[in-house]
């Protein structure tokens, strides 16, 4: 806690630098990049990603993978949008429900990933299918969500300037980032996630509750993915069973850009927050330039991720060789 | 524990063993390589499931499901391969699953306070924010005890915590355990060191091949009869074994320097040393905990990179830029950490044989798959290496048979120069002769040899010369007659 | 400069150039492809700078796009929806911003229909009704048909597969026996047609494909059946991009359901008149085509994707 | 000498393949209840046809791409690059095909360069830069999803190369071209792992890189070549994948065929955390992918309901493969079995 620019925090300070740089360089380059309203743009365009990815954080953390979490998403927004559209629920209570499902939904996955020791890529996998097809299951047609607390919700917000709002969506991923930080540093739970990624028979040796963290940490994933579905109904006030298609990728993505190692043991949650923005400062950036057709759009955020790691790369790699063994 | 059986596939570990330790008492569990001995207390805490028997605490009778419920038992282990969470912090593996709360939340002031005194019961001082990964294999052993004593048990359990320990920190320990004999605990205690055993046990259990050989008080059995119960032999082929380990120190130098180092060094590793390494030679490293000798030897293999210094094989100069550079020029290396350098877990006993072999070779060349058998029948014979089968995953072996095989790896390699970090560790008393022999049989040949271990007494019999760390410097060197352990003592502890 | 100053934005005033932002779904096919070309092109052609957005598939970039054109003080923005619903929010915060936005293709729902200035639409429902017509026609209403949907849960896939079921509820003997997604791809389309003709065998005597994409994989597959697409199958699709009018000369595809991607003209023209501030329709459906095999040959030239 | 037939049967019985196989068993025994139309087999101008042979050539585009796969998850990684790699080698090589005319050999030689272009791109960045590889090979996908696209400005071409189509369509002795390149590439591909050290040295990176590193395994060099045959294998799929669509969409070709190839090398049995591999068990999991995708058409399952069936095949196939589930069945029959004798 006493000091910042550690060997430690080097990999989260190298991602920092790359965002701060991404963002600067657009600023330089583009008029009005620079302002609130890009900032808090940010933060509510990728509301559902950050939330999805902050619940990934975990499950990468402990050496495990999950894909179904774009289904979910696109479940919870038509689950949603049903129960209130056709059902006359309350939205309160339906989005309880709908995070109910969510969880539950993750911790079964949990429980047959610990359980019957079965891959989580394939596990979950099934789960990616089986929601995306439920989601069908619930309504093929989409539907809006005509509800004053939903109009309420979405008009709502936190006013940075006259004319700046900080909105439900992006106050949702906030409050997710800032209690997962907590569990993830400050709680047994957290630990425990990071002794299963770093080595999961030695935690077992060690006396950790593998098999109880492990299934948490699906359910905790699942509970995000919902929520990530909350989210995205609160930005769109409708339900798809199509939505969030090939989500979990961006997700991994932003994880894995954010320092966290797929295998397991070593990451930072703030590092996913930081994946997620210079993923979204990237997408953004070439939104200003707007001139580039769409194969030239796909290339140039290629180029521009690929150069941006490998700086983040060569940032913590030279000081990291110096100190190994 | 009574009538405990125990079977993986296709071996029998364990068959009707019967142990028991009592309140106050540091109770010996030995055998050679392979008898059970980690298996019996994997059994006792629950890691593996037993096929029968019973086992009792305090007269109730108990079974664990996994260690945690073992812990809450108050049985307390430390295991025979370390096991520690590389990426997190010394305080934090010495405090895993029972960190300190406030209010829910973690505590961590309070966290590395505790930590801080659970090493000093050890005498440690280490910076706590570390990765242990990044901790020398002595320093991990050390955390891996500290976190075990910070339980409140009963019962204590410690396997082969001492492999990789120096004098210093064994007497620490052997402090502690005494200490807490005293407090009223139980104690078990699994070495292949005799002397240790001597030095704290009370009594010993013997085991061989998963079964009971016999419970004895520690006074009433003398040393070379606890061999023979180990080893099963009569006494007479014991004590020839015994006449092995006086080998040594006799033969004389021959042949030319195979390896020069000048100014070797390392920034934030070694400091500059001077080196030469004769065929035909074998050279001690000693040293404490930490002085820097893998280092030296990592830097000799190429597998660090050095920052200063020149290295001259048989008088030409060579770059040594990396291991298989190394290999390709005569150089092996058997590193001390065999877990996570030495075995490839999930690959047979043969295929771990031939691999620096085959890498040798490079890719299209592959070894016959007859010369392969050959090679993996050969050594499995020619270590004693107790494996089911050579297809067998190595990680079914036990922690001394994996040693050995890690040793035919490159010995089949027939290297100039072999460098040996710790390589007796974890060995049996009947093995670690035999290695010895080995070393002293290779140097005849006119291998160069270079010897690394925490035993002053083994590097004194195996060399002809020995060179003395401290702090990651080189601090003298002594050879043939001047090599005693008194004077080597004395060089790590007098020079300034 | 591009300043953010909407209220003073004016196509006329002070030869300030002026910006517009275009949403575009994705680059899934031909089709889009073409759509994309001709709005940049018309915006070339008029001089207005384009910022445009290939939001990749994905309704919340799209939401993102407009947001950053939001963000940018565009004049206009151009937005060819992903799906009906979930526009609301979004479009609000434009009409807050005074930003007229224009949607293109598709129609979408929401509660005022202030938040966008004019749809100028292809009706798909429509389009599936003329392949339905023109099918009963040539086949005399009696048909066993294999349907090649697009993406479950794409609009156009949802509209055109209910435009035809309506089209042939009046032909008691036009049966589908078989519907199943082809995901708008030519391999996806392939597959399925494959996989059902050797189910159902000699029944098929008519295929209905959402896009030409998903026709060319069916024709390769009535082909390595051993079968004569366009004479023994019959095949309508929708769209009638350039292969699809090179497929009919060949005689294989029988029929293309024009479905035009030209928009950009109109577009800007409802671009114009939004800054103007004049009133107009709040729909202008385009005109759809029906070509088939006998009028492909003189309209191929004239295709411009 | 008697006893050899029961240990090759309990070897079988120990490999990994017998689960997946279980698993298409499973899915086979289903057709042959319902659907016995399924195994029908008829000859037209002496070529053989029927849903079987259909699935089997339909599987072959995820089979090669499956056996690039396997090596590289052998080694730990994974390549998201492969759909897009068949998406700039299938319109590369169509466009070359319409607009220069080329031959097919040209047309082979350029797509293999271009593939082994990307595999050395995807490889250094990984093992000597040390980017994670699912980061390199995203990128890669995203990025070589718009080389594609630029290729020909997103439209559709026509296949006209008769070498191509002749991969994609043609038989031999009445056998598609397609399952003759699946066989051989596996057959080239198990000769170099199992009789060169390719497959040791791999299965040795993947299961620990520090100790094969300081066996003097080039771990580098390995894993570059992984990511170099894997981008090869992708190449191949892209000629076959066009060759019989007869045309090629940018955007369409191989998209989430990356998903497929991974789902069938989990499913055939090698880990995901990189170690022991099987290529056999691959294939059949690309076999079993595609039987599963045919049963459900033909068994007219709605498309957007079709998920969930697919879901639950996956997970029974894990279930198989869970020694204590298969545990629990064994006890529940025992139990089933004890009141009845
Ligand atoms: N997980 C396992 N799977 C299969 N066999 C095993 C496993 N663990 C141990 N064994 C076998 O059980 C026997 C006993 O091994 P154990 O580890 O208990 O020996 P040990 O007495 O601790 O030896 P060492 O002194 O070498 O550590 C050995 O033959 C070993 O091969
Ligand atoms: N007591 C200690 N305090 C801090 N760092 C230590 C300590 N002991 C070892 N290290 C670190 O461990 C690293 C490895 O030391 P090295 O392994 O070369 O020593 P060694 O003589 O082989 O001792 P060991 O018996 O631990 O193998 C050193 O670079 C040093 O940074
Ligand atoms: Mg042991
Ligand atoms: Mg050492």
Same mark, same amino acid.
């Given at each position: 806690m006493k000091q910042i620019f550690t060997r430690k925090n080097l990999p989260i300070l190298a991602t920092t630098f790359v965002l701060v740089l991404l963002f600067g360089t657009f600023s330089v380059l583009f008029?009005? $990049?620079?302002s609130l309203r890009v900032v808090t743009d940010l933060f509510a365009s990728n509301a559902h990603v950050g939330v999805v990815a902050i619940g990934m954080t975990f499950v990468i953390l402990s050496g495990g993978i999950d894909l179904s979490v774009g289904s979910v998403v696109g479940f919870t927004t038509i689950f949603v949008a049903t129960l209130v559209g056709?059902?006359?629920?309350h939205p309160v209570l339906a989005i309880l429900l709908a995070l109910l499902v969510g969880s539950v939904f993750g911790a079964g996955m949990g429980i047959f990933i610990q359980v019957y020791q079965l891959p989580p890529f394939l596990v979950t996998l099934a789960g990616m299918f089986f929601a995306r097809g439920m989601a069908f299951v619930v309504s093929k047609q989409s539907l809006e969500i005509n509800h004053r607390f939903y109009s309420a919700v979405i008009d709502a917000g936190i006013p940075l300037t006259d004319k700046v709002i900080l909105r439900a969506p992006a106050c949702i991923f906030v409050a997710v980032f800032v209690v997962a930080l907590v569990l993830a540093h400050f709680s047994r739970f957290g630990r425990n996630v990071y002794a299963v990624g770093g080595n999961a028979a030695s935690s077992l040796l060690m006396g950790v509750p593998v098999g109880r963290t492990r299934i948490w940490i699906y359910t905790l994933s699942g509970f995000c993915a919902a929520l990530g579905g909350v989210v995205f109904t609160f930005r769109t006030q409708a339900g798809n069973a199509?939505?969030? $298609?090939? +989500?979990e990728l961006d997700a991994i993505a932003a994880v894995v850009i954010g320092g966290? +190692?797929?295998?397991?043991?070593v990451g930072y949650v703030a590092g996913t927050l930081m994946g997620v923005l210079i993923y979204g400062t990237i997408l953004t950036g070439i939104r200003f330039y707007g001139n580039l057709d769409s194969s030239w759009q796909r290339m140039a955020i290629g180029a521009l991720l690929l150069v941006f790691i490998v700086i983040q790369r060569l940032l913590t790699r030279a000081p990291a060789r110096e100190a190994s063994h | 524990m009574r009538g405990i059986s125990k079977a993986f596939r296709g071996v029998q570990?364990?068959?009707g063993v019967d142990f028991t330790v009592r309140a106050g008492e540091i109770h010996a569990l030995m055998g050679e390589n392979g008898a059970g001995k980690s298996t019996l207390i994997k059994v006792l805490t629950g890691v593996h499931p037993r096929d029968g028997g019973e086992v009792l605490l305090a007269g109730q009778s108990v079974s664990p499901q996994a260690p945690r419920e073992a812990e809450e038992l108050g049985i307390s282990t430390v295991y025979? @391969?370390?096991?520690?969470?590389? @990426? #997190?912090s010394v305080a934090e593996n010495i405090m895993l699953g029972r960190q300190p709360r406030r209010f829910g939340f973690i505590d961590w002031k309070e966290l590395h306070t505790r930590a801080r005194r659970a090493l000093q019961r050890l005498e440690i001082e280490i910076d #706590?924010? /570390?990765?242990?990964?990044?901790?020398s294999l002595a320093l991990q052993q050390m955390v891996a005890i500290a976190r075990a004593l910070d339980v409140n048990a009963k019962l204590l359990i410690l396997d082969e915590?001492?492999?990789?320990?120096?004098e210093h920190e064994v007497a620490e320990l052997f402090k502690v355990m005494r200490r807490l004999r005293e407090q009223g605990l139980g104690l078990v205690f699994v070495t292949h060191f005799m002397d240790q055993v001597y030095a704290v046990s009370d009594s010993i259990t013997v085991l061989r091949n998963g079964e009971l050989v016999g419970e004895f008080k520690t006074a009433e059995l003398p040393k070379i009869q606890l061999v023979g119960k180990m080893l099963g032999r009569e006494l007479a082929a014991v004590e020839k074994v015994g006449d092995t380990?006086?080998?040594?120190?006799d033969a004389k130098t021959t042949g030319d320097a195979f390896l020069t180092a000048k100014q070797l060094g390392r920034k934030g590793g070694v400091e500059p040393l001077d080196l030469e390494i004769r065929k035909g030679e074998v050279i001690g490293l000693a040293g404490l905990l930490g002085s820097g000798r893998t280092e030296t030897a990592r830097l000799l293999f190429g597998a660090d990179r050095k920052t200063s210094g020149s290295i001259t094989l048989d008088g030409r100069a060579t770059a040594l830029s990396s291991p298989a550079k190394a290999i390709g020029s005569g150089i092996a290396f058997c590193s001390e950490d065999r877990k996570s350098e030495g075995i490839?877990?999930?690959?047979s006993v043969r295929e771990n044989i031939i691999l620096a072999m085959q890498a040798g070779r490079?890719?299209? /060349?592959?070894?016959p798959r007859r010369k392969q058998d050959e090679l993996a029948a050969h050594y499995i014979n020619a270590l004693r290496i107790k494996t089911?089968?050579?297809?067998?995953?190595?990680?079914?072996?036990s922690g001394g048979n994996q040693q050995k095989v890690l040793l035919a790896r490159w010995l089949c #390699?027939?290297?100039k120069l072999i460098i040996l970090d @710790?390589?007796? /560790?974890?060995?049996?008393v009947g093995a670690k002769a035999e290695i010895e022999k080995l070393v002293d049989s290779l140097r005849r040949e006119g291998m160069a040899i270079l010897f690394i271990s925490s035993e002053l007494e083994e590097v004194v019999r195996a060399s002809q010369r020995v060179l003395v760390l401290r702090d990651r410097k080189k601090v003298g060197e002594l050879s043939g007659e001047q090599i005693n352990e008194d004077r080597i003592m004395e060089m790590i502890a007098t020079h300034e | 400069d591009k300043k953010a100053d909407t209220q003073s934005a004016n196509p006329q005033g002070g030869g300030k150039k002026l910006v517009v932002g275009f949403s575009q779904v994705?680059?899934?096919?031909d089709w889009r492809v073409a759509e994309t070309k001709s709005i940049r092109d018309e915006a070339a052609k008029r001089g207005i700078e384009l910022k445009y957005d290939d939001a990749k598939d994905d309704m919340s970039k799209q939401l993102a796009a407009i947001s950053s054109f939001i963000a940018q003080g565009v004049d206009a923005i151009i937005l060819a929806p992903?799906?009906?619903?979930?526009w609301e929010p979004v479009l609000k915060e434009a009409k807050a911003a005074k930003i007229p936005v224009i949607l293109v293709d598709r129609g979408i729902k929401v509660s005022?229909?202030?938040?966008?200035?004019?749809l100028i639409a292809s009706d798909f429902v429509a389009e599936g009704k003329m392949a339905a017509d023109w099918l009963a026609k040539k086949t005399g209403g009696k048909a066993n048909i294999i349907e090649l949907e697009g993406?479950?849960?794409?609009a156009p896939a949802i509209d055109r597969k209910k435009g035809f079921a309506d089209g042939i509820a009046?032909?008691?003997?036009?049966?589908?026996?078989a519907a199943q997604s082809g995901d708008f791809k030519t391999a996806k389309g392939k597959e399925v047609t494959e996989t059902l003709l050797q189910k159902h065998g000699k029944d098929v005597t008519a295929i209905y494909a959402h896009n030409d994409n998903m026709a060319l994989g069916a024709i390769e597959a009535i082909k390595a059946a051993g079968k004569k697409p366009g004479q023994e199958i019959i095949i309508v699709s929708v769209d009638a991009v350039k292969a699809g009018f090179e497929s009919m000369v060949k005689g294989e595809l029988n029929c293309a359901v024009e479905c035009t991607p030209l928009l950009g003209p109109a577009a800007f023209d409802a671009v114009d008149m939004a800054l103007k501030g004049d009133k107009f329709d709040k729909k202008t459906v385009v005109q759809d085509r029906v070509f088939d095999q006998s009028s492909a040959a003189t309209e191929l030239p004239n295709r411009k994707y | 000498m008697n006893s050899a037939p029961s240990t090759i049967i309990s070897r079988f019985l120990q490999s990994r393949i017998v689960w997946p196989l279980a698993g298409l068993a499973l899915l086979l025994l289903f057709n042959f209840v319902f659907?016995?139309?399924?195994f029908e087999v008829s000859t037209r101008d002496g070529n053989f046809y029927g849903p079987m042979l259909t699935v089997m050539r339909l599987s072959v585009v995820v089979m090669l791409l499956a056996m690039g796969m396997t090596l590289v998850i052998a080694t730990g990684g994974v390549d998201l690059s492969v759909g897009s790699v068949m998406a700039i080698v299938g319109t590369l090589t169509a466009f070359l095909a319409v607009k220069?005319?080329?031959s097919f050999p040209s047309l082979l030689g350029v797509a293999i360069s271009v593939s082994l272009a990307i595999g050395v791109f995807n490889g250094v960045l990984i093992?000597?830069? =040390?980017?994670q590889p699912i980061v390199v090979t995203l990128i890669m996908m995203v990025l070589g999803r718009g080389v594609a696209l630029n290729i020909t400005g997103g439209s559709p071409l026509q296949v006209v190369d008769s070498g191509v189509l002749f991969l994609g369509k043609s038989f031999i002795v009445g056998v598609p071209v397609q399952i003759f390149l699946v066989v051989l590439v596996f057959a080239i591909t198990v000769i170099l792992c199992r009789k060169t050290a390719i497959g040791l040295f791999v299965e040795a990176v993947g299961d620990n890189e520090t100790a094969s590193r300081l066996s003097g395994v080039n771990a580098r060099g390995i894993k570059v070549l992984v990511y170099i045959f894997s981008a090869v294998c992708a190449a191949l799929a892209a000629l076959v994948s066009i060759g019989d669509a007869g045309s090629v969409d940018p955007d369409g070709l191989g998209q989430m065929l990356e998903l497929d190839a991974i789902t069938a090398v989990v499913v055939g =049995?090698?880990?995901?955390? =990189?170690g022991r591999f099987t290529l056999l068990g691959s294939l059949i999991g690309a076999l079993l992918i595609q039987t599963l995708a045919t049963t459900l058409i033909r068994q007219g399952m709605d498309s957007a309901y079709a998920p969930v069936p697919k879901a639950l095949v996956i997970l029974v196939v894990c279930l198989l493969q869970s020694q204590k589930f298969r545990a629990q069945i064994a006890s529940l029959i025992g139990n089933f079995r004890k009141p009845t004798s």
């Open positions: 008029d009005n $990049f620079l056709k059902h006359e629920v199509t939505n969030a $298609f090939g +989500l966290t +190692l797929l295998s397991g043991g | 570990a364990l068959k025979q @391969e370390i096991n520690l969470i590389p @990426e #997190l #706590l924010h /570390r990765s242990v990964s990044s901790c915590p001492t492999s990789s320990l120096d380990m006086a080998l040594g120190a490839v877990p999930s690959l490079g890719i299209l /060349r592959l070894l089911p089968s050579p297809e067998t995953p190595i990680q079914n072996l #390699l027939q290297p @710790e390589p007796t /560790r974890g060995i049996d | 994705g680059a899934d096919n992903k799906v009906e619903t979930g005022d229909e202030s938040l966008y200035a004019t993406t479950p849960g794409a009046a032909f008691p003997e036009m049966k589908i026996i | 659907d016995r139309a399924f220069h005319h080329l093992s000597c830069v =040390g980017i =049995g090698t880990v995901l955390t =990189g």
